[in-house]
Every structure is written in structure tokens, then in C-alpha cells.
């Protein structure tokens, strides 16, 4: 049980023009009836979901009324266990913005005996007393997070549970297999019927197809949660760094007639559609003597190693040449976009357009004027659709994007292979049910039906204060 009381400033210090302080556990109410005075004659134990009207004091308790001091005009929710965000007593105060009311706020309620939150306190109390499961918890950590309007709704999907339920779905199938076992483990072994056996392999074929499905979602997820890693490379005036001005709608990058124009890397967060995209301009790559040039070059060649998408630029009115075909080269394993740039122009006869068709194959073709601003439509949603697949996002869509829920599902799985393996090697069932078991506490760890004291310390320290 836990008996103490917690408080924090849940909003950001000294920003906006309310601040609100956030208590919760047994003596919320208490402490607050020691500080607070409502202007209509209200009693905040007879109250409940309810706001009430009234003053701050810092010495309500004080029969000397004449001394006492006022420290604030605020607004006071009361929300009484155990229907509440914790399932604890909350009570907010919403006093007014700066950092002096809610400071002294917070040092009033602390001396009142409230102790000060860790960050992620309140969402903790939430899953310890049963009112979210780990990956609830953790969907608020990305609603916080999220730069684009189709990453919130996957997150608020997670809140919801969407997750959740796929992995208990999963944990329940473990379990009555684990069941299925224990029937047959008082058998001797050579009386365990072979009909047995393989029902035990079907039913643990279809719970990994599951959790591959599952995995199977874990890219898309990331991009959402990280932005998708988008390279421009080609070499130099093709019109890297005014294709990434144009995306960007601002003129960001240094656009000259000067060939080793960029030598930084440029990285900007950009929403394609819903898809939250980390474009990247970078310096033209060709061999060259320029000392901070060659520095660029190596930067470049680094970023198209990282990157999860390339845009690879082409100048419309040159050959294709040897300095393309180098770079072609680098980045033929990736996926990406090739981009025949400049198409305003007057084009003479260049080989670029039978070369561009040739190479890099299966990567589609668009063509645009950065300077124009054509094709840069056709260009965004060719990247959107290549993401997505051309399936838009719902708060219902299950989607892993969280890198320790991959790492769960992944162990998952081994834990399956080993039973599958087991049983054509004839082991006896309770070696076999505890792989089961393994793959049970491995899922389990998702939800946190499995966990243990330090992962939830380590995911809550995560959060933000007040939260
Ligand atoms: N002022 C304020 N705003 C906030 C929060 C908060 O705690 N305080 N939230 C916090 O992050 C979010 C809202 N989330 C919440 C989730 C559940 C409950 C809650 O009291 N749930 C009760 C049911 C309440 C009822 O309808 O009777 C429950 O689940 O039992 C409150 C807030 C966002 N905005
Ligand atoms: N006509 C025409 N010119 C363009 C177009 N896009 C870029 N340019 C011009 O091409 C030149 C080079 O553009 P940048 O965007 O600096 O090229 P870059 O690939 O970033 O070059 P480096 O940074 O040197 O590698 C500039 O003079 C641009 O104005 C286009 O669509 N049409
Ligand atoms: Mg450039």
C-alpha cells in the first residue's frame, strides 16, 4: 500500500497564465483544507469532481486571522479515490501563472507534509494501483512527444489499449498452452500421444506468427516516434539544399551557383502528410582537395550510412557521369527516391535520361523544379505512401514503436523457436513449458504483468515532473 502523499508543479515554472500544483495520495485533502479557504461556505470532504472557488492562506490554521496572508486567488479540483487519475485523493490547485504562486504553492503543501514527486509519480501510482498497464503508461510519454498529428493518434491509440490488448490476446493463448502441458505431464513419456505433441507445435506456430506480425509494425512505429531519417544526397548543384528549402517552405540551406556550396549537415523535423519526417541536406559528394569540402564529403557519406530514406538528386542538364555513379554506389542497398531535378531547363540531348531510368531500379522516379516548385506534391506523398504503404493511421491501428517493447517481442520469439525445437527433440514437457513461461514473462514485460521494480523505476524516471 502505499501511504505517503505526493506533490509537484504540473505545469511548465513560470510560463502560461495558469499554473497548476497536483497532489495526490491519502492526506491530499487534509493538507489542502490546512492552506485553502473557499469564498462560499464549502466543506472540500463533502466534495467530489467538483472546483471550488477560494484563497490560498499560508497560515489558515492560525486562529489570528488578522495576520494571516494571502497568497493566491485559486481554483480547486477535488477528485476523491479511488476514481481518479491514481486511483489516489487528487487535488489540483490552479492558481496564476509565474513561477512565485506555484512555488510557494508547492512549498506551502510540502510543509504541510506532502513530499515532493519524482518525475512520472503521479502515471506510476496509475499503473501500480491498477489504472493503466505499462504500455498505457508509457503510450502518455509519446503523447507528450509527438510532432505530428498521426504519431498522437498511434499514441493515444496505446493509451486506449490497443496494444494492451494484443499482448494480453497473446499472453492468454501462452497460458493455455501452458494448461494444455500440465494436462499431459503426468504422463509417462512414451504414452504422450504424438497427436499431443503436434497440437502443442500448431498452437505455438500460431502465438510467433502473432507476435511477427507484430513486429512486422516496429518501422512504421519508429518513424513515427522518431521521424523518418531522410537523406538528400547527389553531387554538388544538383539542388540539394533548394529541394530542402522548398520542402521546408523557408529558406534554410545556402543555394549558390557555387558547386561545394553546403559543407555542414543541415537537419530540420518536417510533417509529410501526418509522417513525421527528419529531412537532412548534405553536402554534395565529389573528390576534392578543400579541406573543410573533404570534412562535408565524409559527413555525407556518414548520414547515407544512418539514413532510413534516400532522396538521391540528379541535375537534369548534365551527363550522368562517373561522380553520380560513385555515389549511386553508396547508396544502392537503401530505399529511397531518385529526384530528376531542373526540368525548367532546356535539356540538350544528356544521357541523364536513359542513365536515370537504368540505375537504381526498383527506387521510383519523380521529377521536379526546386526553383519552380513543380513535382514537389507528387514528390511528398511518393515518400508519405512509401512510409505507410498507402494505409492511413487510426487511434485502432496496433503499432510497435517502442524500442523495448521490440526488444520483448524479439525475446519472445526465441523463447518460442526453443519449444519448437524441444518438442522435435523429444524433451520431456515441463522443460518445454518453461520456455512457454520464458515467452510469457518476456510479453509480459510489455504490459508490465511481468516486471520487475527497476525497469518501472527506470521507464517512470522517463517522464516529466508533475506528470
Ligand atoms: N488538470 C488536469 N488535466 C489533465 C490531466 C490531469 O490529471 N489533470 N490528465 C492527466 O494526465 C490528462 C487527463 N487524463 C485523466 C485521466 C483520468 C482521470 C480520472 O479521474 N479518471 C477516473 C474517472 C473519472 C470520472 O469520469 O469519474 C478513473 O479512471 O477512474 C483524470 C484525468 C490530461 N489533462
Ligand atoms: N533552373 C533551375 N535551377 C535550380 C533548380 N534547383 C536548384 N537550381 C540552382 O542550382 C544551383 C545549385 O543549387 P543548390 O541547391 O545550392 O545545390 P546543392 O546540390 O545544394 O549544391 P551543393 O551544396 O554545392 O552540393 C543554384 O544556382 C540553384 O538556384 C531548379 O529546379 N531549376
Ligand atoms: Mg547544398
Redesign the pocket.
Known amino acids: 500500500m502505499i501511504d505517503d502523499t505526493i506533490a509537484a508543479i504540473?505545469t511548465p515554472l513560470g510560463e502560461g497564465g495558469i499554473g497548476?500544483v497536483?497532489i495526490s495520495g491519502p492526506d491530499a485533502i487534509n493538507i489542502v483544507k490546512a492552506i485553502f479557504k473557499p469564498v462560499k461556505d464549502r466543506d472540500l470532504d463533502n466534495e467530489n469532481?467538483k472546483i471550488i472557488y477560494g484563497h490560498i492562506y499560508n497560515n489558515n490554521n492560525n486562529s489570528d486571522t488578522v495576520n494571516r496572508e494571502i497568497i493566491d486567488e485559486v481554483l480547486v479540483?477535488v477528485?476523491r479515490a479511488?476514481?481518479?487519475?491514481t486511483?489516489e485523493d487528487i487535488i489540483?490547485i490552479n492558481c496564476h501563472g509565474g513561477s512565485l504562486p506555484v512555488r510557494e504553492i508547492l512549498e506551502l503543501v510540502l510543509s504541510k507534509g506532502a513530499r515532493l514527486a519524482e518525475p512520472g509519480e503521479f502515471s506510476k501510482r496509475a499503473f501500480l494501483n491498477g489504472?493503466l498497464d505499462m504500455a498505457q503508461a508509457e503510450a502518455?510519454i509519446d503523447i507528450i512527444r509527438s510532432t505530428t498529428g498521426d504519431a498522437l493518434k498511434l499514441a493515444v491509440g496505446q493509451l486506449k489499449g490497443g496494444l494492451s490488448r494484443k499482448i494480453d490476446f497473446i499472453q492468454n493463448e501462452l497460458l493455455e498452452i501452458t494448461a494444455f502441458i500440465e494436462a499431459n505431464i503426468d504422463f509417462p513419456e512414451d504414452e504422450i500421444e504424438e497427436y499431443n505433441l503436434t497440437t502443442i507445435k500448431t498452437k505455438v506456430k500460431k502465438v510467433k506468427e502473432e507476435i511477427k506480425n507484430l513486429l512486422d509494425t516496429a518501422d512504421t512505429g519508429r518513424i513515427y516516434r522518431n521521424g523518418l531519417k531522410t537523406v538528400i544526397t547527389g553531387k554538388p548543384n544538383v539542388g540539394k539544399s533548394s529541394l530542402l528549402n522548398v520542402l521546408l517552405k523557408e529558406k534554410r540551406a545556402i543555394v549558390t551557383d557555387i558547386p561545394g556550396t553546403t559543407r555542414d549537415v543541415i537537419e530540420e523535423i518536417l510533417n509529410l502528410g501526418g509522417v513525421p519526417v527528419k529531412i537532412i541536406d548534405t553536402a554534395g559528394i565529389r573528390d576534392t582537395d578543400d579541406m573543410i569540402e573533404k570534412i562535408g564529403v565524409e559527413k555525407s557519406k556518414s548520414a547515407i550510412e544512418e539514413a532510413e530514406m534516400i532522396l538521391m538528386v540528379f541535375d537534369s542538364n548534365e551527363e550522368y557521369d562517373y561522380e553520380d555513379e560513385k555515389i549511386v554506389k553508396m547508396v544502392e542497398k537503401k530505399c529511397g527516391i531518385k529526384v530528376l531535378n531542373k526540368i525548367d531547363l532546356k535539356n540538350n540531348r544528356k544521357n541523364i535520361n536513359y542513365k536515370i531510368k537504368e540505375v537504381l531500379p526498383n527506387w521510383p522516379l519523380i521529377e521536379i523544379s526546386a526553383i519552380k516548385e513543380k513535382g514537389i506534391e507528387k514528390l511528398e506523398k511518393k515518400i508519405v505512401d512509401m512510409v505507410t504503404g498507402g494505409k492511413s493511421i487510426t487511434s485502432d491501428t496496433a503499432i510497435i514503436s517502442n524500442i523495448r517493447h521490440k526488444n520483448q517481442l524479439k525475446k519472445a520469439l526465441i523463447h518460442l523457436e526453443d519449444v519448437l525445437v524441444a518438442v522435435d527433440k523429444g524433451m520431456p514437457l515441463d522443460i518445454i513449458a518453461i520456455d512457454i513461461r520464458g515467452a510469457w514473462e518476456a510479453v509480459g514485460e510489455i504490459n508490465g504483468t511481468a516486471v520487475t521494480e527497476n525497469i518501472i523505476d527506470k521507464i517512470f524516471a522517463e517522464f516529466c515532473i508533475g506528470?
Open positions: 504540473s497548476i497536483r469532481f479540483s477528485m479511488p476514481n481518479t487519475y486511483k489540483e489504472r502518455i506528470k
